[in-house]
């Protein structure tokens, strides 16, 4: 079992940047991937960004590619998303998700734990 707390979200401006943190629970944290998706206001959820157990490999979505990192430390149970650029497209609930297989994926079906989600909001 994993329990998720997400933090960090806001409201900042465009070009502003924001970072996003997931503090997980639970022994088993090193050997997920875990995954941040979000979702606005009528729309359906969407993939945003993922990284493998280890951090080694990292996905991103085309729309956040070179201005959002991924990122995790292990030994703090703690997963992150630097978002830089933000735009008001950006504006959403961002959540943070855990998926048991090592390697990240981009479907919301991959992942069996998720947070409660954190808004961020970018006004233009």
């Known amino acids: 079992q994993v329990q998720l707390v997400e933090s960090g979200g806001g409201l900042v401006q465009t070009g502003g940047s924001l970072r996003l943190s997931c503090a997980a629970s639970g022994r088993s944290f090193s050997s997920y991937a875990m995954g941040w998706f979000r979702q606005a206001a009528g729309k359906e959820r969407e993939f945003v960004a993922a990284?493998?157990?280890?951090?080694?490999?990292?996905v991103y979505a085309g729309l956040v590619k070179g201005r959002f990192t991924i990122s995790r430390d292990n030994a703090k149970n703690t997963v992150y998303l630097r978002m830089n650029s933000l735009k008001p497209e950006d504006t959403a609930v961002y959540y943070c998700a855990a998926d048991p297989k090592s390697l990240p994926a981009t479907t919301p079906d991959e992942y069996d734990y998720w947070g409660q989600g954190t808004q961020v909001t970018v006004s233009s």
């Open positions: 990284i493998s157990w280890s951090g080694a490999i990292t």
